[in-house]
């Protein structure tokens, strides 16, 4: 497993459509993720600190976690099928138990819950080696795309989204 880090979260240039960027420490790794816009919004809005007057899903997921003992531990997005990444939420129970819990998930709802819970997020190097994804050392001037990329990402870009009633 590699742990990455929430690199950014912004649009895609060509068509629009929502990117969260992971990336490892010493950025030489970056791996991309189109995601719908309500999960977007949902990453951003915890990000910005912004709360709303009500739970979200991903606030109401974590706190249920929470109330019924259980702990988040990490995230991990674990498979890559056709360009569709597939992900775990790992818990453990409150009772001392040490086994975790593996739910499956969407990627993008993983990062929401992982940014709410405040965990890591890995990616197994299998999907790191099929995945579309930059290595510094191979692409020098694809990885300073995606730096300038991610540089330029503002999650007040999905301010617009966010549910202010």
Do not use: C
């Not at 249920?64 to 992900?87: C, P, Q, S, W």
């Not at 129970?93 to 940014?115: M, Q």
């Amino acid at each position: 497993m590699i742990e990455m880090q929430l690199g950014g979260l912004g649009f895609d240039p060509k068509n629009m459509s929502p990117i969260v960027l992971l990336r490892d420490a010493e950025e030489r790794n970056f791996l991309p993720i189109w995601i719908g816009m309500f999960e977007a919004a949902a990453i951003a809005m915890e990000l910005q600190e912004f709360k709303p007057p009500r739970p979200m899903t991903h606030d109401l997921i974590t706190k249920l976690i929470k109330e019924l003992g259980g702990t988040v531990t990490r995230v991990v997005i674990n498979e890559i099928n056709d360009n569709t990444f597939f992900a775990l939420i790992e818990l453990t129970k409150g009772n001392g138990s040490h086994t975790p819990i593996k739910i499956d998930s969407r990627p993008s709802d993983a990062i929401a819950v992982a940014v709410r819970a405040n965990v890591p997020i890995f990616v197994s190097e299998a999907v790191m080696a099929k995945a579309k994804m930059v290595n510094s050392e191979k692409d020098e001037q694809e990885t300073k795309q995606f730096k300038d990329f991610v540089d330029n990402l503002n999650p007040d870009d999905f301010s617009k989204y966010f549910d202010e009633r």
